[in-house]
């Protein structure tokens, strides 16, 4: 049973700095990739950044691009995303995604993530 459960969201000002975590439980037997999206409320879910188990390649969207960092911890199983210079746009609730057994990496598409957490609210106030 895999299961993941994130933490780190909360309430920031603008030009600031959170950090959130995704740990996953379970057992893996071939590649995998993780990932973060976000979801405002009558969006469609969107992706932010992903990386690769196998070798740590990493794929941003281009709203996250030189202000967030996705990296992972292989030996705790864990993806962290570290955002920096927010902006109140980057308001959302943050989810953690794992795409197992992997389908191609980049995965862009929340379709292609087998399983996600429950999810962490971020506000940025103006």
């Not at 071939?30 to 999206?37: D, E, L, N, Q, V």
């Not at 911890?73 to 609730?93: G, I, R």
């Not at 795409?99 to 862009?108: L, N």
């Amino acid at each position: 049973q895999v299961q993941l459960v994130e933490s780190g969201g909360g309430l920031v000002q603008a030009g600031g700095s959170l950090r959130l975590s995704c740990a996953a439980s379970g057992r893996f037997f071939s590649s995998y990739a993780m990932g973060w999206f976000r979801q405002t409320p009558g969006k469609e879910r969107e992706f932010v950044a992903a990386v690769n188990w196998r070798d740590g390649s990493t794929s941003y969207a281009d709203s996250a691009k030189g202000r967030f960092t996705i990296s992972r911890d292989n030996a705790k199983n864990t993806v962290s995303l570290q955002m920096n210079s927010l902006k109140p746009e980057d308001t959302a609730v943050y989810y953690c995604a794992l795409d197992y057994p992997q389908s191609v990496f980049p995965s862009w598409f929340p379709h292609l993530y087998n399983y996600w957490g429950q999810g962490t609210q971020v506000t940025v106030s103006s």
